[in-house]
C-alpha cells in the first residue's frame, strides 16, 4: 500500500472527478491536503484513514434504545388481572 491516496481512490471517497471539486469535499470536511503544481490533490493516507476511521467510531458510539417494559408488570396488579399459565 502506497503512502499517497491515489487519484481513483480520491474520486471514490469524494465521488467527484474534478480536482477543485475534490479539494472542496476534503475543505468541508477537515482533511489536510496539498494542492500540486498541476491542480492534483497529494493526500496523505494517514489523513483520509485519520478522518474516516473517526467517523467510524462516532457512529459506533451512538445511543442504543432500548424497551423498558418492566412498567407493564405493574399495570395488570393494578387491574387485578392475573398471569395464565398457557
Known sequence: MTMWVSHEELVGFTHLK???AQARVLDRHGIKHTRRPDG????????LDAHTLTAANKAKAKR??????????????KRGVTRQKL
Open 40 to 47: 492534483s490533490i497529494a493526500l496523505r493516507r494517514e489523513e
Open 64 to 77: 442504543e434504545w432500548r424497551v423498558d417494559v418492566s412498567v407493564l408488570g405493574d399495570i395488570g396488579k
Open 18 to 20: 474534478r480536482y477543485s
